[in-house]
């Protein structure tokens, strides 16, 4: 039978451009797997180019089918980041979003500082089409829409509650706060790297230690090493104390 949940977040929410499918992203990974990974929204998969009269510009097109898919950029970068210098495997993790669909980013980038919401609102313009696809809010709007969406607390609390999880990491400021019940993502930051907390989330009382975002710890250098000396000196000791 279905559940409320998903009468509110439908498995398709609409088009992407060039005829994409936006779709509601599910849990990446073993769904009894002891940690849970918790991060902000799904990632793009593809884009595709459409030609303007002021020259190509890039679209979405697929997104991930499940958080964190090991064949995408996202899915790499946690590989690469995260989990092997953890020493855990995809069978130790569950992989799921706050937020259930991708969203367009607002800030630009290139030479031309155009953004993928830019790009979507000018594919939008020139052809008359409506998509399905949203900005990014700002990082309090977003917190704020994760927890009013209706049937996005009951879709968390179901991806969570099946199983007990010994442990769940946070990525970034927002899914820190998301889980931390703070009102303001910054307010989550200085607790980015510290010790396990037990928190109550989705109906369960978990350990959590809340990490820096896998965006961030790609593009800045100190984030990076940041991140490489806490798993050095804490994280695979924190791992190996779960284990007994």
Not at 189 to 196: C, E, G, M, R, T
């Amino acid at each position: 039978m279905t559940t409320d949940w998903r009468e509110s977040i439908p498995d398709r929410l609409g088009d992407l451009p060039l005829g994409g499918d936006l779709i509601r992203t599910e849990p990446g990974g073993r769904a009894a797997a002891p940690i849970a990974v918790l991060g902000v929204y799904p990632a793009l998969t593809k884009m595709g180019r459409f030609e303007t009269d002021d020259g190509p510009i890039n679209l979405p097109v697929e997104v991930e089918a499940t958080s964190f898919a090991p064949g995408s950029s996202s899915g790499r970068e946690i590989d690469a980041a995260y989990l092997s210098p953890l020493g855990l495997s995809r069978d130790d993790v569950l992989f799921l979003d706050m937020f259930p669909h991708y969203l367009a980013n607002t800030s630009g980038s290139g030479s031309g500082g155009r953004s993928m919401w830019d790009n979507v609102q000018t594919y939008e313009r020139v052809t008359g089409e409506q998509t399905a696809m949203k900005p990014r809010p700002q990082p309090d709007a977003l917190l704020g829409r994760c927890r009013t969406m209706p049937g996005n607390t009951e879709r968390l609390a179901e991806q969570l509650e099946a199983h007990p999880r010994r442990l769940v990491f946070t990525l970034g400021n927002e899914a820190a706060a998301f889980i931390r019940g703070d009102d303001a993502a910054k307010a989550a930051q200085p607790h980015l790297l510290a010790s396990p907390k037990d928190l109550v989330f989705a109906g369960r009382s978990s350990p959590v230690v809340h990490l820096p975002h896998p965006g961030i710890v790609m593009r800045r250098t100190p984030w990076r090493d940041r991140l490489t000396a806490w798993i050095e000196a804490k994280g695979r000791r924190l791992l190996a104390d779960l284990d007994g």
